[in-house]
Antibody, heavy 121, light 107 residues
Framework: EVQLVESGGGLVQPGRSLRLSCVVS????????MHWVRQAPGKGLEWVSG????????DYADSVRGRFTISRDNAKNSLYLQMNNLRAEDTASYYC??????????????WGQGTLVTVAS | SYDLTQPPSVSVSPGQTASITCSGD??????VSWYQQRPGQSPVLIIY???RRPSGIPERFSGFNSGNTATLAISGTQAMDEADYYC??????????FGTGTKVTVL
């Protein structure tokens, strides 16, 4: 059974930092690119960041570039998101997701349960 | 940037067909996926590569993509299909793009 379990969310003041983690099981973690997708309360889905299987390729949404850093540890089957200089608009549930890339078709086949990040003073 | 637009809401009677559109410039030239998100739950992939269903997804879910519009159809809609639905495509500069989302209400 595939499982993606996020942790690290919580209440944080504007300008502070937070590090999210995602531990996966049930598939060969080091074979797949992984991503973070977020959803603000009552809003839609927004792609945040992605990392290739070997950490060579790192991508970010414009809204977080320069503030967030994605990383992974294949030995620990873990994905991370370091979030610095947090803003109120970063308040959201953050989902760890597994990518599928098939001949130019990119999508997410497994999602974690999400971890809520609240940025407020 | 690349934008995908969906109707905010769609209402359907039980047993009828619900159609949800997703519009984007030359969307038919890209592959589209669809996700279902029930209240309080994480999104679930229900359609990929325009019209393919993952294992375990009921046949009543179908997809089509052509021109500037992709469509998700739910035939024989059931109460359990009441959820938010998001389309998604991939863009070379914006990477993963999600639609604005559609709330399906089963009346």
């Amino acid at each position: 059974e595939v499982q993606l379990v996020e942790s690290g969310g919580g209440l944080v003041q504007p300008g502070r930092s937070l590090r999210l983690s995602c531990v996966v099981s049930g598939f060969s973690f080091d074979d797949y690119a992984m991503h973070w997708v977020r959803q603000a309360p009552g809003k839609g889905l927004e792609w945040v960041s992605g990392i290739s299987w070997n950490s060579v390729s790192l991508d970010y949404a414009d809204s977080v570039r320069g503030r967030f850093t994605i990383s992974r540890d294949n030995a620990k089957n873990s994905l991370y998101l370091q979030m610095n200089n947090l803003r109120a608009e970063d308040t959201a549930s953050y989902y760890c997701v597994k990518e599928v890339d098939t001949s130019g078709n990119y999508f997410f086949d497994y999602w974690g349960q999400g971890t809520l990040v609240t940025v407020a003073s | 940037s690349y934008d995908l637009t969906q109707p905010p809401s769609v209402s359907v009677s039980p047993g009828q067909t619900a159609s949800i559109t997703c519009s984007g410039d030359k969307l038919g030239d890209r592959y589209v996926s669809w996700y279902q998100q029930r209240p309080g739950q994480s999104p679930v992939l229900i359609i990929y590569k325009d019209d393919r269903r993952p294992s375990g997804i009921p046949e009543r879910f179908s997809g089509f993509n052509s021109g500037n519009t992709a469509t998700l159809a739910i035939s024989g809609t059931q109460a359990m299909d009441e959820a938010d639905y998001y389309c998604q495509a991939w863009d070379t500069s914006a990477f993963y793009v999600f639609g604005t989302g559609t709330k399906v209400t089963v009346l």
